[in-house]
């Protein structure tokens, strides 16, 4: 059995994994990091490897000069609250909650520990969700990344007009059971509202209810749709992204991640700079600073990705104006 698939079978069972290298760094002294994530080490492995690359940045390698303690809730967001607590328990030296499902696991460890630095990363409001008093001076012992992509929704309803004119009503998919789910549903409505864009609502919570969303979107024939901001669609975005095409689908997304899977069209910050940036902030409290110092940081560029090879097979052109903006061309 390759070490991969070990490490996921023993994470399978238990929802921790208590590496063995970990476990010799924390006893000859080094630094321990408590990663918490609502994903799997298989959807996240690349954003893993961006993490490690911040923490590089300030001159931090696992296994050399740090130890990290995954805990992985594998899309069940109910078991982040007693993984943090884990965490917690393991005396971490900071906590970082991302790499998919960055806000409940965020909230998780918010709740666990008001003294353990915690680095988030987060689409949702940072604010509003308690998190931090503010982005400037985030207080407590909180503080982390927010790309706000929930804000970016009436930006993606506009590029989805300007490549597929005369939309008529616009489905959005949404996962009820992503804790921001009211949240996103709220900034989705007042976007359409600010455009005059009708929409309508498909929830997906499941692999098979994604399956269930998409044979009810073939019987709708709509135009296009609009994929909501979750990590639970992130790991599926290979399945998602086949679905929209099998059913010649034109749809947008967060992320480029799902472009790259044969997706559409993405629109939005780049979250794995996001964790790489969590990584950042990790090694720079490992050297001192206080998350209360540390403002939250926002992006600063955005990426319109588009697949080229996927516009070809839906049978759509791209007007100019569209092509000249955008950051990178699938072909």
């Not at 630095?117 to 400037?136: E, R, T």
């Not at 994604?210 to 709509?222: D, G, N, S, W």
Request: net charge neutral; hydrophobic share 45%; no cysteine.
């Amino acid at each position: 059995m390759s070490v991969m698939k070990r490490r996921e079978f023993i994470t399978l069972l238990s929802g921790t994994v208590a590496w063995p290298l970990a476990a010799r760094a924390q006893q000859a002294g080094k630094p321990m990091i408590g990663f918490l994530s609502g994903q799997s080490p298989t959807t996240s492995a690349h954003l893993v490897g961006m993490f490690q690359r911040g923490l590089g940045e300030i001159g931090y390698k696992e296994g050399e000069n740090v130890a990290i303690e995954y805990r992985w809730a594998l899309g069940q967001y109910d078991r982040l609250p007693a993984l943090a607590v884990d965490l917690v328990n393991r005396r971490v030296a900071v906590i970082a909650a991302t790499a998919g499902g960055g806000t409940p696991a965020s909230l998780a460890a918010k709740a666990a520990t008001t003294k353990i630095p915690i680095v988030f990363s987060s689409g949702a409001d940072p604010v509003k969700l308690g998190l931090v008093a503010s982005l400037n001076r985030p207080g407590g012992n909180v503080t982390g990344i927010s790309w706000l992509t929930f804000a970016l929704d009436a930006k993606r309803l506009g590029l989805l007009r300007e490549l597929v004119p005369n939309l008529t009503a616009v489905p959005v998919l949404l996962n009820p059971a992503f804790p921001d789910a009211a949240q996103q549903l709220h900034e989705i409505q007042e976007a359409a509202q600010t455009i005059g864009q009708r929409i309508t609502i498909l929830n997906a919570g499941t692999i098979p209810e994604i399956e269930a969303a998409f044979e009810t979107l073939a019987q709708m024939r709509p135009d296009a749709l609009l994929v909501g901001a979750d990590p639970f669609f992130h790991s599926r975005r290979e399945q998602i992204a086949t679905l929209a095409a099998r059913y010649a689908i034109p749809a947008i997304y967060e992320d480029r991640d799902f472009t790259v899977a044969g997706g559409l069209m993405s629109y939005g910050a780049s979250f794995p700079d996001a964790v790489r940036q969590v990584g950042v902030y990790t090694g720079r409290i490992l050297k001192g600073e206080k998350p209360a110092d540390l403002p939250v940081m926002q992006p600063t560029k955005f990426e319109l990705v588009l697949n080229m090879k996927t516009v070809k097979a839906l049978g759509l052109t791209v007007p100019p104006g569209l092509l000249a903006i955008a950051d990178e061309v699938i072909e």
